[in-house]
């Protein structure tokens, strides 16, 4: 079983910053990609980023400049440092995991409401 928990999110005016950790437990798989979703009020779910094992990045442009994600291997942690944040960042931002047996899992999402 793997499980994942994310933390960090909250309330912040427009400029602000956030990060966002999410941690990965359970026994019995290696992680192959680790990655940030987002979904904004009334939206589908879009990509955020993703870092692999390899430590190889992707980045959503929309975000490219103002995000990084980051990732603690051997903790199974992964970060998004978020900044300058806009209204239009407004959304659950999920948590991700590709594994290399298990298939893909999900956190339960934490919000991120940016004020004007």
């Known amino acids: 079983q793997v499980q994942l928990v994310e933390s960090g999110g909250g309330l912040v005016q427009s400029g602000g910053s956030l990060r966002l950790s999410c941690v990965v437990s359970g026994s019995g798989f290696s992680i192959h990609t680790m990655a940030w979703y987002r979904q904004p009020p009334g939206k589908e779910r879009e990509f955020v980023a993703h870092?692999?094992?390899?430590?190889?990045?992707n980045v959503v442009d929309s975000v490219k400049d103002r995000f990084t994600i980051s990732r603690e291997n051997a903790k199974n942690i992964i970060y998004l440092q978020m900044n300058s944040l806009k209204p239009e960042d407004t959304a659950v931002y999920f948590c991700?995991?590709?594994?290399?047996?298990?298939?893909?899992?999900w956190g339960q999402g934490t919000q991120v409401t940016v004020s004007s």
């Open positions: 991700n995991v590709l594994t290399r047996s298990l298939g893909v899992y």
């Open positions: 870092i692999t094992a390899r430590g190889n990045l």
